[in-house]
């Protein structure tokens, strides 16, 4: 079982979509939790960090729930520059390393 | 510009050549990490720095892969005798501490042919 699974998509949506992604984790330790975007053959980026008691940016909403290990993010009103993968990650509990655990990614495609 | 920076942008190399990859961190940033990606994956952990310790290596990491960070600052990643499977973008990473994301470089695609 991978450490972080995420549904690589794509999903094709229409401009002003709400889309939802999801993702697990299979370390209960895990203590820090982000979303990243990654545009094509780019970096990744830092979109939010994911808290405890939910957390929102602008159209974006993150959420987490320990007891299920599952994280997922909400667009709203999806744009066509939200077209990207959206890479879901978790920390390696183990050591102090600050090692991260990235998921496969999840492509969202947003269309005129 | 004070990103992380990754040297060469780009490198095709035949089978069997040794590669040598750079990356320049945030100068703040004591913790230091290469990634390796392939098509359709996420990154996928090599190996972490903090400060001039090497401190966690990937059981990716095979013994044709080195990487140093001599100073606490750059740190370099080599590839020897190169394999049509290591082509890969190679991504390198900072963070001023646990528990902080990361912000990473542009990577360095490596072709092997």
């Known amino acids: 079982r991978k450490e972080v699974e995420q549904d690589p998509g794509p999903f094709n949506v229409p401009e002003g979509a709400t889309v939802a992604f999801n993702c697990t984790y299979s370390n209960s330790a895990s203590q820090s939790f982000f979303w990243y975007r990654q545009d094509c053959r780019k970096e990744p980026k830092l979109l939010m960090s994911?808290?405890?008691s939910g957390n929102e940016d602008g159209r974006f909403t993150a959420q987490l729930n320990r007891a299920s290990q599952y994280i997922s993010l909400l667009i709203r009103d999806s744009k066509l520059s939200d077209s990207a993968t959206y890479l879901c990650v978790v920390n390696s509990p183990s050591g102090n390393t600050g090692k991260l655990i990235f998921g496969q990614g999840t492509t969202l495609q947003v269309k005129p | 510009d004070t990103g992380v920076s990754q040297n060469p942008r780009h490198k095709i190399t035949k089978r069997g050549q040794n590669v040598t990859f750079r990356c320049d961190p945030i100068?703040?940033?004591?913790?230091l990490y290469w990634y390796r990606q392939t098509l359709g994956q996420g990154p996928e952990f090599l190996t972490y720095?903090?400060?001039?310790?090497?401190?966690?290596k990937s059981r990716l990491l095979s013994d044709r892969f080195s990487a140093e960070r001599p100073k606490g600052s750059f740190s370099t990643l080599e590839i020897q005798r190169t394999e049509q499977g290591d082509s890969a973008m190679y991504l390198c990473?900072?963070?001023?501490?646990?528990?902080?994301?990361?912000?990473f470089g542009s990577g360095t695609r490596l072709t092997v042919v």
């Open positions: 720095f903090q400060n001039e310790a090497q401190l966690e």
């Open positions: 100068s703040e940033h004591n913790r």
């Open positions: 994911v808290y405890s």
């Open positions: 990473a900072s963070s001023p501490a646990s528990n902080y994301g990361y912000t």
